[in-house]
């Protein structure tokens, strides 16, 4: 899995590879986000509104899973 197949796809994603180590963590978090969704939608939330939620959830994640994997990268023996 690449970070831009990501759903949503966050919008200014990097075509870097997820590593497998940290595909549990990708999973459960896009479970949450359809969890969060479907919270936001129960509560009456308008869809413009529950897109910017998402969006600036999944922008932050995507930061910081990139941050994650350079992090891996530098500290591998091949980095």
Avoid: N, W
């Avoid at 939330?45 to 350079?70: C, G, N, P």
């Amino acid at each position: 899995m690449r970070i831009d197949q990501l759903q949503p796809t966050p919008t200014s994603a990097e075509p870097l590879e997820i590593p497998s180590q940290l595909l549990d963590s990708v999973y459960r978090h896009q479970a949450h986000l359809l969890e969060l969704v479907a919270s936001f939608r129960a509560a009456g939330l308008d869809e413009e509104m529950v897109d910017a939620s998402v969006r600036t959830l999944v922008d932050s994640y995507a930061k910081d899973l990139t941050a994650a994997i350079h992090a891996m990268m530098e500290a591998s023996p091949r980095g």
